[in-house]
Structures are given as C-alpha cells and as structure tokens.
C-alpha cells in the first residue's frame, strides 16, 4: 500500500470517529485529506471500501500478533490462548476503532453489516480451532458452540461492566475468568457428547493459497526496493534472508518465524510498518500450511 493511500485512510478513519461514519462524506475525506475525488475512487470505490480498508488493516495487525505469540511455544498453553483473544480487543482500542464498529453495527447498511458479519464468524472459525488445540479432539464436535459462548461471555460481561461500575475494566482479568469458566463447560459437553450448532458451521477457515509463495516473494522484491532507496541496512538483510529462504526446496519453519518476528519489531513505527505487516501477513499464511502439510 502506497504512502499517500494511507495517508487517505488515516483521514477517513479519523472523520468517522469525529463525525461518525454516515454523517462523513466523500467530500469530506477530500477536503481534509487534500486530495482530488479521481485520487479517492483511484483507491477506493466507494466511501464503504474505504471503511473496510481501515477495518482490514486492524485485522492483519491482530492475525500477525496472534501469530507472533505462538513463536516457541506450546498451542495448548491455556495463557497464550487466552493472550491471543486478548490481541483483538487492544488492537480496537489501540486505533481506536470501537466508535467505528459501534457505527457500523447500527447501521442499515447490509454491505458494511455483511463484511463485519463475515469477520465476526471467521474469528468464532478461528478460537474454535485453537479451543481444539487447547483441549484435544475430542473438544472437536463441541468447539464451535464453546466458541460461540466465550466470545458470548466476554462481549456480555464488559457491556455489564461499562454500565455498572466506573471503575476501567481489567481485559486481561476478564478472559482469564471466562477460560475458567470454559474448562468447567468443555468438560461437561465432552462428558455428555453435546452438540447444538450445525458441523457445518466448524468448517476450517478458507485461505486462498494459490500462488501464496509467488505472491510473498513478489511482495518482498517490492519492499526491497523501498529499503534500497531510503538505504535501510537492517532491513534489506531481513528481506533478503527471506527471499533466500523462501526459495529453498524446503524453507525452515522455525526460522522463518522468528525472523519474521524480528522484522517487523525492527520495523515497528517506522514508515513502512504497514508495508512489511503487509508482506508478514501472507508469510504467517504460508508457515501454517506448511506446518499442516509437513
């Protein structure tokens, strides 16, 4: 993504909150971004694409943290899970994206509603699968209705608490209760083979993997190409290390990650953060269906 279509979002999302997202207009972005109406449609086709841009980016930010946390660790670790689930919410009060999906939700707009829709159950998609690797396969049958009712029981207890107390609500606290809630109930289901959602329903997430490995290495020629220019030592050894790498008849996982991991905290708050999570992205893809397939 290029700086200037960043900066454009930076702005829209920035109006959204301010004014919320229907009172914002297209003209609006225009003015206060200082750009022309072909620029905006030249990256967005419309002022709902804009939005899912912003939401978008928050959504690669959190796969990527996730991910990180994974790093050397073990996937049945109760803790990291329950971190993971955290990654989500900081990442929405990090950029401060909660007035935006407040606005979203009350919305009429069934296209808006349908793309958060979409993402709302990919994240059920995805705790259901870690909620397996936490507690087996035998946890399988029943991890989706599991998942549905930690998401359930977290959401419910922070809108109790935000209108109850004025005290700040302790996130961290809160997940790590309903996890000890969730051992009681997994446990339970598991015992009494209890099932209400659909199968179809835990179907694993669909990755578009075809030229996943084609892409990356495309991806990092062109973020090479920016590091040449503004002559950034630390990062050209990152992503040259990984090209190497990627083209081996058999990239090493491990060190794929921990690199990745190291690239991107060297990158962290630096102009092209954005462009090397874009590129980190698609490699946590290609990891994880290595691992699956080794």
């Known amino acids: 993504m290029n700086d200037r279509k960043r900066h454009v979002m930076l702005i829209a999302k920035q109006l959204f909150i301010n004014k919320g997202f229907t009172s914002t207009s297209v003209q609006d ?31 690669i930010e959190s796969v990527i943290r996730r991910r990180e946390l994974l790093v050397g660790r073990d ?23 909660l007035p935006i999906y407040e606005a979203v939700f009350h919305s009429n707009d069934e296209e ?57 609500l302790d996130i961290e606290k809160l997940v790590h209760f309903t996890f000890r809630r969730m051992d009681a109930l ?28 084609e892409k990356i290495l495309d991806d990092l020629l062109a973020l090479k190409t920016k590091l040449e220019q503004e002559k950034n030592e630390i990062g050209l050894e990152y992503t040259d290390f990984l090209l190497a790498e990627l083209q081996t008849e058999n990239p090493r996982v491990s060190i794929l990650e921990a690199v990745g991991r190291s690239f991107r905290e060297a990158s962290n ?24 397939n080794l």
């Open 112 to 168: 808006l509603r349908t793309y958060v829709k979409t993402y709302h159950v990919n994240e059920l998609k995805w705790l259901a699968g870690r909620l397996v690797d936490v507690y087996g396969e035998e946890a399988a049958p029943h991890s989706f209705d599991c998942s549905v009712m930690t998401i359930g029981m977290i959401q419910h207890l922070r809108h109790f608490w935000a209108s109850g107390s004025s005290k700040e």
């Open 269 to 292: 708050r630096t102009e092209l953060a954005d462009s090397v999570n874009e590129v980190l992205y698609l490699l946590w893809k290609f990891i994880d269906f290595t691992k699956t």
């Open 186 to 213: 997994m446990s339970d289901m598991i015992k009494q083979q209890d099932v209400l959602l659909e199968k179809q329903m835990m179907t694993p997430l669909e990755i578009p993997l075809m030229g996943l490995k």
């Open 29 to 59: 972005i225009l003015e206060d971004a200082k750009i022309s109406k072909g620029t905006f449609y030249n990256y967005f086709t419309s002022k709902n694409e804009c939005l899912m841009a912003i939401l978008e980016d928050a959504h």
């Open 75 to 97: 996937k049945k670790d109760k803790d990291i899970l329950a971190s993971q689930i955290l990654v989500r919410m900081q990442v929405s009060r990090e950029l401060n994206l």
